[in-house]
């Protein structure tokens, strides 16, 4: 067993300017503990716990201001990707595989940020602790948004020499078009604590879905062409992809109902369809 640190030693390790003595010298006992927070809560100007409070208030407006700024530079690169479907513009190719660290930055800011508000402000009360699991949730959900991106733009620009057809071309736009609605919307429902507009997700989302199905028939229809054939099996794998953004704007909508109502649950489940569409009550 690691040693119980002493009020002495984390107080001296602090002021040495070690932030990562919990980890390095051993457990924390209850003084040792109290001393740490407070000495780091000094750190910030905090010397009440009014101003604790309120410091942790606006703590969560910037991470609520973050997340919404990571959606926007996630839903463009998105954007960018299905607009160069055709892999035709190599500068948007380039613009989109730079995006993706802009992305990853936002993530990896907000995830700090919530362990140490976590680890330093312990939240109280129940909606201030959803409200951190969920911006932990969604900022997840919208750095998988920016990868899809990049492996959409990826697959287009290997394929941009391959023949390509329109009506499938036509079918994968309305695919994005449609799972940017959902990013925006989910977006929109945390913005606002919009639950009913989190509960619309999974029905804009069942077009995508069909969109997504009936694209395996356009492969097959290809089939005796080697070019197009190709091109068709890059492009159902983009499906699959914007398929995914659309389940994850779903997903970002669930963390919202969670945040608002205390009920962590989906808002689907494919392994049991009869809570997703109940059956209809039997008249007598």
Known sequence: MRPILSPETVESCLRAGDPGIPAKLGRLGRQSRDILLQLRRLRYGITSM???????????????????????????????????????????????????????AHYLSIEGRVLGLLALQAPVVATDLRLLMALLHISLHLERV??????????????????????????????????????????????????????????????????NRAMLDEVLAAAGE?????????????????????????????????????????FTDASHPEVEHPPEPVSA
């Open 226 to 266: 080697e070019g197009m054939l190709e091109w068709c099996v890059d492009m159902h794998v983009v499906a699959r992809q914007i398929e995914r953004v659309g389940d994850h704007a779903v997903d970002m909508g669930e963390q919202l109902a969670f945040l608002v109502t205390g009920e962590l649950r989906e």
């Open 50 to 104: 009014h101003e604790g409070r309120q410091y942790f208030r606006n703590q969560l407006r910037n991470l609520e201001d973050e997340i919404q700024a990571m959606a926007t530079a996630a839903e463009r690169l998105f954007e960018l990707s299905v607009r160069n479907l055709s892999g035709q513009d190599p500068a948007l190719y380039q613009m989109i595989l730079a995006g993706d660290d802009e992305v990853d």
């Open 146 to 211: 920016a990868d899809m991106a990049v492996n959409i733009a990826k697959v287009a620009e290997a394929a941009r020499q391959l023949p390509k057809k329109a009506t499938m071309l036509q079918n994968l736009e309305e695919m994005g078009g449609r799972a940017m609605q959902m990013l925006e919307a989910a977006m929109d429902a945390l913005a606002h604590r919009d639950v009913e507009l989190s509960r619309k997700l999974p029905s804009m989302d069942e077009p995508i879905d069909r969109l």
